[in-house]
């Protein structure tokens, strides 16, 4: 079996191509067993230019958000639709929405109580492991958790536990840590990490590569060649450490997912980037810019 990118515009489908009998087929599937797409043909040509329709009409009859609720593996490729915090110092807060009223009223506090167990343990171990080389002042136990840009794929895709609310974030200040939920994510834990096996693992490799690789938000606004390097080994920073106090004038609830996916609110379009409007007011069905 051989994975295949199949491409329209500015969206990628994975397909799967293999040979069964003597016969050439291409399919791609959803999260149901049920929901699948295939083709047969002569030639790996010809099944690509037929998943390659296939994907076509899906795109251009605006189905591709339904495609990736049910599990299509589709990836946006296009330009950066949503402002972001290295050109707009806007970054991005998930959380449930039982937490909607107090944001909205108090805004977002570092060590904050809505911090999840297993998201407090991880730090409490990352921070015990920091190097020296880091500043004082980087506690993850003590963080405020953003992320530094929403892309598409985030928006449509079920990852989050619904119901959750997403919001805009205008920063104080640059004044934050980078880190990787690739590296950071091994050491989520409901409480302590006995296990010694698990816990070398993290001290001695992926704990060390999270540090290692992590940069100041200022280095990352810059984004020097060191850092684009630095950001490449982590396939992108998508977290921000940040330990201020956010009032709830800089904060903005922008949309919700619950299990029929993400809604946008009315406030939602004004982050989108000017020239990227049309495609996102498709893509969401929204009917208007507001």
């Known amino acids: 079996m051989k994975r295949v990118r199949i491409r329209y515009g500015d969206w990628v489908l994975k397909a799967d191509l293999y040979e069964d009998d003597g016969k050439l087929y291409m399919e791609a599937n959803g999260f149901e067993e049920e929901d699948v797409v295939w083709f047969t043909g002569r030639s790996r040509k010809e099944l690509h230019e037929q998943m390659q329709k296939w994907f076509r009409d899906q795109v251009e009859n605006h189905q591709i958000s339904e495609l990736i609720r049910r599990g299509y593996r589709i990836a946006y490729k296009g330009k950066k639709m949503l402002a972001d915090v290295r050109e707009s110092r806007i970054a991005y807060h ?9 944001i909205l009223e108090k805004g977002l506090l570092p060590n904050s109580p809505m911090v999840s167990s297993d998201v407090y343990h991880a730090s409490a171990l990352l921070d015990s492991i920091k190097p020296k080389w880091i500043p004082d002042w980087v506690q993850r136990v003590n963080a405020l958790y953003l992320y530094p840009e929403m892309p598409i794929d985030h928006l449509l895709m079920l990852g989050y536990p619904p119901p959750s609310d997403l919001y805009a974030v205008k920063l104080p200040n640059t004044k934050g840590w980078m880190g990787s939920q690739l590296y950071g994510g091994f050491c989520i834990s409901d409480g302590p990490i006995t296990d010694e096996e698990r816990l ?44 201020e106090s956010i009032p709830p004038e800089n904060i903005e609830w922008i949309g919700s997912w619950d299990e029929t996916g993400f809604t946008p609110t009315d406030a939602f379009m004004k982050y989108v980037k000017e020239e990227c409007k049309q495609a996102c007011m498709k893509l969401f069905g929204i009917g208007r810019v507001s």
Do not use: A, M
Request: charged share 40%; glycine share 4%; proline share 2%.
């Open 94 to 102: 998930i959380s449930p929405q039982e937490n909607r009223q107090s």
């Open 200 to 243: 070398r693992f993290i001290k001695e490799d992926v704990g060390k590569k999270y540090w290692s690789y992590s940069c100041s938000l200022e280095d990352y606004i810059k984004y020097d060649r060191r850092t684009r390097k630095k950001d490449r080994y982590v396939q992108g920073y998508d977290e921000i450490l940040f330990f």
